[in-house]
């Protein structure tokens, strides 16, 4: 088993600086089995690429984009260049410990498993719900137990390399990012396979720290859009379409400044469609399972 490591950076030297030493170490020992580190460079405006050249790390590969892709296009990427049967996706804010894949890596040998969440210090599996007519997640309870997550975090997890080609990767719908890896995992698990949290694999997360440099407001509606845009492309139970539309009417009644983030989302309705077919074809595992409700 091979380790292809993928780093997305824009401009973030200084995140580069603090970090990457670590990811150096960790993948210098031999355990975490890592084979190569390929960071995207999403146009950077900084000295982000001369520092990483001057660096003299063998294993890394760069790949330098004339300007910023997004999240999402700049991922697959990377997935599209690496060689390894894991991938590790890390965030340029996220600082690696020493072994943080040794034992993870096990968790693998499960053919059913597609994914592996990272144990980010302070913060638990993620967990979702079914609320009000719309998915919802949050952050569980740390734990010293292996155990079953509804996402895995595309900037700190594992995933699977040819299951992840077989679901074509991250949709190109949520650029620049946001709910992409919720996204995949549930498409994922929707087909049968399994994600699983890692309590041993540490790593330490400095949230957002690079989409800082956007606006809140900009990020926000990304954030809302792509919610739609998730729960649209994949929730085909009509039970749960059905009280995902009366949500949708009682949150623009309420919040009619909401309205724009549904015009913003119904623009990618096209390809949505053709991506609801393909779900409900492939599927073999119901919406209710996924999301735990009887």
């Known amino acids: 088993m091979r380790v292809s490591v993928v780093v997305v950076n824009w401009s973030g030297i200084e995140l580069l600086k603090k970090n990457f030493p670590y990811l150096i170490i960790s993948a210098n020992y031999t355990k975490n089995l890592i084979y190569e580190v390929i960071v995207v460079d999403n146009g950077s405006t900084d000295d982000s690429v001369s520092y990483l ?33 894991i991938i590790c996706s890390l965030n340029n804010d996220v600082r690696p410990t020493k072994n943080f894949l040794e034992k993870a890596l096990n968790l693998f040998s499960d053919n059913r498993v597609f994914a592996v969440s990272l144990h980010e210090k302070g913060e638990g599996p993620p967990q979702g719900k079914f609320e009000h007519g719309f998915v919802e997640f949050t952050r569980g309870q740390e734990s010293n137990e292996i155990q079953n997550t509804f996402w895995v975090s595309g900037g700190s997890g594992l995933f699977r390399k040819n299951v992840w080609d077989k679901l074509g990767g991250f949709a190109k719908m949520f650029t620049p990012g946001y709910w992409e890896d919720l996204d995949i995992c549930f498409r994922a698990v929707k087909r049968g396979y399994s994600l699983l949290w890692a309590p041993e694999a540490l790593v330490y997360h400095q949230h957002e720290s690079t989409s800082k440099r956007l606006s809140k407001s900009y990020i926000d509606l990304i954030k809302e859009r792509n919610q739609l845009l998730m729960i649209w492309k994949n929730v085909t139970s009509v039970r749960l379409i059905n009280s995902h539309l009366f949500g949708l009417l009682r949150r623009l009644f309420s919040h009619p400044g909401y309205a724009k983030v549904v015009v913003f989302a119904a623009l990618k309705l096209p390809v949505v469609f053709k991506c609801r077919k393909k779900e409900k074809n492939e599927c073999i595992v119901t919406d209710e399972e996924v999301l735990g409700i009887p």
Do not use: C, H
Request: aromatic share 10%; net charge positive; proline share 0%.
């Open 53 to 85: 050249r001057g660096l003299n790390f063998s294993k890394l590969k760069i790949i330098e984009n004339r300007k910023n892709f997004g999240f999402t296009a700049a991922v697959n990427q990377g997935v599209r260049l690496a060689t390894g049967e």
